[in-house]
């Protein structure tokens, strides 16, 4: 149980083109959602929490106009990387919860974003 | 704020033996810590946890990590290391006080020589 799923794995665009990720929760309900931000070689950094049916909270230093997140149901939450640049070419990681606040993270198999 | 500090961004071991990842954490109050596995082009997987309760967890895949309050740490064990267990560690820590959002180490890649 508790499988999240991500989509694309892998993405290239064009600079100044938007691109959008998607991460399910296939066989649970996630009111809350996380999208990390993984650079080669180093660690994760949480970028915001996904709030269903609000909106996001964002952490200190991530743009929100430039990584807009929607989570408008109960098993989906979107990331949209807009006006990406080479420097947004990272790898994406969403994840929930299924419990209450002291349990662990599920994860998505993240998204290889690269941006040309 | 919650932090955590993972000793050794590389750790190399031959195949059967001790894996001793070491993991210590900051949290003014009583901490939730997680040891994660990654292998490459992955997300994470959670190997084991301590909420609260017994000092010492089992995981999954034969790894144990022990919640030390009075050193601050929570190492990651394994008896015998395998080939298949190669890949990178993160240890997480998450508390009320930071709103329950999980602050992962640096991470820790494990080698495994034949």
């Known amino acids: 149980g508790a499988v999240v799923s991500q989509h694309p794995s892998r993405v290239i665009c064009k600079s100044g083109t938007s691109v959008k990720i998607e991460c399910r929760s296939l066989?649970?309900?996630?009111?809350?959602m996380f999208w990390y931000r993984q650079f080669p070689k180093k660690s994760l950094m949480l970028m915001a929490t996904?709030?269903?049916?609000?909106?996001?909270?964002?952490e200190q230093g991530v743009e929100k106009d430039k990584f807009l997140i929607n989570h408008a149901s109960l098993t989906l939450s979107t990331l949209t990387v807009t006006s990406a640049h080479p420097e947004d070419s990272s790898f994406y990681i969403c994840?929930?919860?299924?419990?209450?606040?002291?349990?662990?993270?599920?994860f998505g198999n993240g998204t290889r974003l690269t941006v040309t | 704020a919650q932090s955590v500090t993972q000793l050794g961004s590389h750790v190399s071991v031959s195949e059967g033996a001790l894996v001793l990842l070491r993991c210590n954490y900051s949290s003014s109050v009583p901490p939730y810590l997680f040891w994660y596995v990654q292998y490459p082009n992955q997300g994470l997987q959670l190997l084991l946890k301590?909420?609260?309760?017994?000092?010492l967890v089992k995981g999954i895949n034969g790894f144990e990590a022990e919640f030390k309050k009075s050193e601050t740490s929570f190492h990651l064990t394994k008896p015998s290391a395998h080939m298949s267990d190669a890949a990178e560690y993160f240890c997480?820590?998450?508390?009320?006080?930071?709103?329950?959002?999980?602050?992962f180490g640096a991470g820790t890649r494990l080698f495994v020589k034949a």
């Open positions: 996904s709030n269903e049916g609000s909106k996001a909270t964002y």
């Open positions: 994840s929930a919860k299924t419990g209450p606040y002291n349990s662990p993270l599920h």
């Open positions: 066989d649970f309900q996630a009111t809350t």
């Open positions: 301590y909420t609260t309760g017994a000092t």
């Open positions: 997480a820590v998450s508390d009320y006080t930071g709103g329950f959002k999980t602050i």
